[in-house]
């Protein structure tokens, strides 16, 4: 048998509750959802206003715009 099941590692499927899978495909498809899903995951109750304002934040457009200082360097990340 395979060891995954669309990228599923069986380890998940002895204890469902333990392991949040994330796909690049639905993060680029859908934020603000996989944002949601990943808070209900963890049992964070947010809001839908703070989920959208941390989807905005960490979405690949703000990262890419987002710059700091390091060591005298530009480095773009994520301003968390």
Known sequence: ASATRRGR???????PGCVLLVHF???KADLPAE?????A???????AHELQAVA????FGA???AT???RGSRIRMCAW
């Open 35 to 39: 944002v949601a899903r990943v808070a």
């Open 41 to 47: 995951h963890l049992g964070l109750q947010r809001s």
């Open 56 to 59: 905005a934040r960490c979405g």
């Open 9 to 15: 590692p069986r380890s998940s499927a002895a204890q």
């Open 25 to 27: 495909e639905d993060l």
């Open 63 to 65: 990262m890419k715009a």
């Open 68 to 70: 700091c200082s390091h």
